[in-house]
Nanobody, 127 residues
Framework: QVQLVESGGGLVQAGGSLRLSCAASGRTFSTYYMGWFRQAPGKEREFVATIAWNTGWTYYAVSAQGRFTISRDNAKNTVLLQMNSLKPEDTAVYYC????????????????????WGQGTQVTVSS
């Protein structure tokens, strides 16, 4: 089992920045990828970014490229999502997720690839 706890969400004006944090505990040694997804009201959960836990390789959704940066601190078992130039359409609940299996990039954007999920943190961007 892996437990994931997100923090760092909040209310920010358009153009502002937020940094989300996800703390992992439990059987983290089996983690291959750590990712971020988001879900807006009435919409499906969508992929934002993912990072390979051991190598630091990263993969982003088109909507996140150039504005969001995913990183990890292996010593603290933490993955971060730095979000800049936020837009009202970024408003959503952001979820951290972990995967224990190697996957091709096309699979990393799918929720079924991930084994464990956090409870989510709300991000609201006002116009």
């Amino acid at each position: 089992q892996v437990q994931l706890v997100e923090s760092g969400g909040g209310l920010v004006q358009a153009g502002g920045s937020l940094r989300l944090s996800c703390a992992a505990s439990g059987r983290t040694f089996s983690t291959y990828y750590m990712g971020w997804f988001r879900q807006a009201p009435g919409k499906e959960r969508e992929f934002v970014a993912t990072i390979a836990w051991n190598t630091g390789w990263t993969y982003y959704a088109v909507s996140a490229q150039g504005r969001f940066t995913i990183s990890r601190d292996n010593a603290k078992n933490t993955v971060l999502l730095q979000m800049n130039s936020l837009k009202p359409e970024d408003t959503a609940v952001y979820y951290c997720a972990s995967s224990s299996t190697y996957s091709a990039p096309v699979q990393l954007g799918q929720t079924g690839t991930y084994d464990y999920w956090g409870q989510g943190t709300q991000v609201t961007v006002s116009s």
